[in-house]
């Protein structure tokens, strides 16, 4: 909680605005592309420098493609700002968010740094999310009070839109000293766990320490304590050897002796909801499976249990084979007709069965398609050995007993120049894609790979304009299975073009690129890539594709999560069908990074909880984006819940659509093929709520409920008592019948 006075800013362009007490808003500053060190100092020679505003970034602009950028914004700090205050240790400049990194230099002195610069130590990292917020002690030699201060910002832009674009500009605060107090979780030596009350600042604060032990299920404090702490920079207040139950989490208050003001927070462990899978053999995966006639057919039966399991079939269609180690089905099938049998897993636990039919007509991708991709782990730096141990993980750690099949290849594989034929090559990393895509299918996976319509990639690698059929031909002869193709090179022909306001000039290129993959022999998942240009809902099954992004690129943060999931779903529900599905992006969940550097995800165990229930109501894509060698069990377990999973691949496909939006309260609700609903009760705000499902009957259209089953839990619940806790960013994911 940040209750900082807001008591000053300007800043100014060569002229220096007047200092004043008021709530002002610097909103511009000086700048030029290009990196140069020298522009930190104060003295630095502006004149070739020129005003922008610091409220947007620099694309919308007219900077673009620019990777270093500097600002310069001069400050008058007047001491009249510190004097007489209780507590007035510290000046801080809050700047707002910053695509992607950046450095802060107060009149030559670096003050603060967020994200990281491709010479960095640690390499780049993106942190445009993140709000800049510099504090410089009071007494710091750098400050000129009551004069001209140069704040020089350096900027490093990864990826357009680059630059700062805080909503407010830069403000200049006095932080009283609760500001500086935060509070953090962790376990001592001895396993039991502790609260940590940090305070940033160098003096100490006295006060109060309230911790509260909650039940994550139903919302009931089971425990209190409370504790005096102090807490200083060099000292931190340290509560220990707290023992909160499995089911439980701590909320906890800091309040100030002297101010009365507090501090709130809450731990967030990570609680695993889904139920162990029983040892015999159980099918997770749908009955159904759709193949094009005379395509070879790459499918693996998703069944968890005990390994060694044996699979088989008494009559399985003629040309369809069926590997007895693996569960793989493979061969093809030349007739078109629906073609049922049954298939059969074992092991030292017993035997489980399920009645499956191959379709063998036009549409593919029946249900949504489930995997994974580079992108969100590896960035530019996937290599083939990365997506291999990602595939053999996936195997490994039980995700294809689960029905994640698709390990595909996002942007960085291509080389720099095509072969002399023309045809695409491919880089260093990759030594070979036939092999991989051999593999890949000898264990009854699918295989993607990522191409633009454009002369050139968003990584700047090589796309397929003018090349597209040929690509569409190597894709076959490498055993290609997928195919995204991301509009980005393509902008700069498309600016070109006469009709580019029309819809059709976005269809065009995509509709080349469907024809050719159409004419392969065999079945390429279409994922359109263009962030939803010119409405591609509504177009986008008309190129025949299998699924259309939605939006931007997600990252692993609430704010995006949020704006992507929730705001920019809503409605798109009528253009979901088997075959053609929404794509709002990839899973921000494990181990992420988009770089050489992985870290866990940012999002709050109840953050994932509510982004993978509401990506199955969605019917969207499944494709997880970390790194599958290090999935840890909390990961698994919200991949891995089999009656989660089921509503993302309900063979009825109709994506949820919201049908409450009451303050912080959604309710998305589906229909499934069995005639029950799907519903996702979610709490978007940051307090957690009590929410009584039968206050939205009416909305809702239930008039009479006849059952009610927690899916994360899997176990039933009540019909007659249907008030949920439902935590900050969590969400009460249910099945119901009524
Ligand atoms: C973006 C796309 C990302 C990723 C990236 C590769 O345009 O949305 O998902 O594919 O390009 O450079």
């Known amino acids: 909680m940040m209750i900082n006075r807001q008591i000053f800013l300007c800043a100014g362009l060569g002229a220096m605005l007047m200092a004043s007490a008021q709530n002002t808003t610097t909103r511009s500053a000086l700048f030029s592309e290009g990196d140069d060190m020298a522009k930190a100092k104060p003295e630095y020679n502006e004149s070739g420098m020129r005003m922008i505003d610091i409220t947007r970034p620099w694309s919308d602009q007219k900077v673009n493609g620019v990777d270093y950028g500097w600002y310069r914004i001069h400050l008058t700090i007047p001491s009249s700002l510190v004097k007489g205050k209780n507590f007035a240790d510290y000046i801080q400049f809050n700047l707002g968010p910053i695509d992607d990194a950046d450095e802060v230099y107060l009149n030559g002195k670096l003050i603060g740094k967020t994200g990281g610069m491709p010479g960095d130590a640690g390499g780049y990292r993106s942190a445009w999310s993140v709000n800049r917020e510099y504090a410089v002690k009071a007494n710091d030699k750098s400050i000129n009070w009551d004069g001209d201060n140069v704040l020089a910002v350096r900027c490093y832009n990864g990826n357009d839109p680059g630059g700062m674009f805080g909503r407010n500009g830069v403000t200049v605060t006095v932080p009283e000293l609760i500001d500086g107090v935060s509070i953090g979780f962790g376990k001592g030596k001895n396993g039991k766990e502790t609260v940590t009350v940090s305070n940033r600042y160098d003096k100490s604060i006295k006060g109060s320490l309230t911790i509260e032990e909650v039940d994550n299920e139903t919302g009931k404090v089971i425990g209190q304590s409370s504790h005096k702490v102090s807490s200083s ?108 049998f049954t298939v059969k897993a074992s092991n030292g636990k017993g035997t489980a069965e399920q009645r499956f039919t191959l379709k063998v007509g036009d549409n593919i991708a029946l249900t949504p398609p489930m995997g994974w991709n580079s992108w969100n782990c590896w960035g530019l730096s996937v290599t083939q050995d990365r997506v291999v141990s990602s595939a053999q993980a996936l195997i490994d750690k039980g995700l294809a007993d689960y029905g994640y099949a698709y390990i595909n290849i996002d942007d960085g594989w291509e080389a720099p120049e095509r072969n002399a034929d023309g045809t695409i090559a491919v880089n260093e990393k990759f030594p070979s894609m036939k092999e991989l895509g051999d593999w890949l299918h000898s264990e009854g996976l699918k295989f993607g790979i990522y191409s633009s319509p454009g002369d050139l990639t968003c990584g700047c690698y090589l796309g397929s304009l003018d090349h597209e059929l040929q690509d569409a031909e190597t894709y076959n002869s490498w055993g290609v299975d997928y195919l995204k193709y991301d509009w980005c090179g393509y902008g700069k022909k498309h600016a070109l073009e006469p009709d580019r306001r029309a819809t059709s000039s976005y269809i065009r290129p995509y509709m080349l690129m469907g024809e050719y993959l159409r004419r392969q022999p065999r079945d390429i998942f279409y994922s359109l890539c263009q962030y939803g240009m010119a409405d591609v809902w509504k177009w986008g099954a008309m190129v025949d594709a299998n699924s259309w992004r939605t939006t931007g690129d997600i990252t692993d943060t609430w704010a995006s999560l949020y704006d992507i999931g929730f705001n920019r779903q809503a409605g798109l529900a009528p253009y979901a069908a088997p075959g053609h599905w929404n794509d709002p992006d990839m899973l921000i969940v494990g181990k992420v ?57 309900d063979l009825l496909g109709k994506q949820a659509d919201r049908v409450v939006k009451d303050g912080d309260i959604q309710i998305w609700s589906r229909p499934l093929s069995d005639g029950t609903h799907a519903i996702g009760v979610f709490n978007v705000g940051g307090n957690d709520l009590n929410v ?24 039933d619940l009540s019909v007659s008592n249907t008030d949920y806790f439902i935590p900050s960013h969590g969400v009460r994911f249910i099945k119901v019948r009524y």
């Open 233 to 340: 920079a060099k000292k931190p207040g340290v509560v220990a050897n707290l023992t909160p139950g499995e089911g439980s989490f701590l909320r906890v208050k800091f309040t100030d002796d002297l101010t009365g003001k507090d501090v709130v927070s809450r731990s967030h462990p990570k609680f695993i909801l889904t139920p162990a899978a029983p040892a015999a053999p159980r099918f997770n995966t749908v009955e159904v499976y759709g193949v094009r006639p005379g395509s070879p057919i790459h499918y693996r039966f998703g069944v968890s249990g005990e390994r060694p399991m044996t699979f088989s079939s008494s009559d399985l269609p003629e040309g369809v084979t069926l590997d007895p180690a693996n569960g793989a089905l493979g061969g093809s099938v030349a007739k078109r007709g629906d073609y049922t």
């Open 593 to 649: 990074g988009w770089s050489d550097n992985l870290r866990d995800s940012r999002l709050t165990p109840d953050e994932q909880y509510t982004h993978i229930a509401l990506w199955s109501l969605l019917a969207s894509d499944m494709l997880i984006g970390c790194d599958l060698a290090q999935l840890d069990d909390f990961t698994i377990n919200v991949l891995c819940n089999n009656e989660v999973n089921a509503v993302n691949q």
């Open 692 to 715: 009584n499902l039968a206050d939205y009957y009416k909305a809702l259209g239930i008039v009479k409920l006849q059952s009610v089953r927690d899916l994360w839990r899997q176990k």
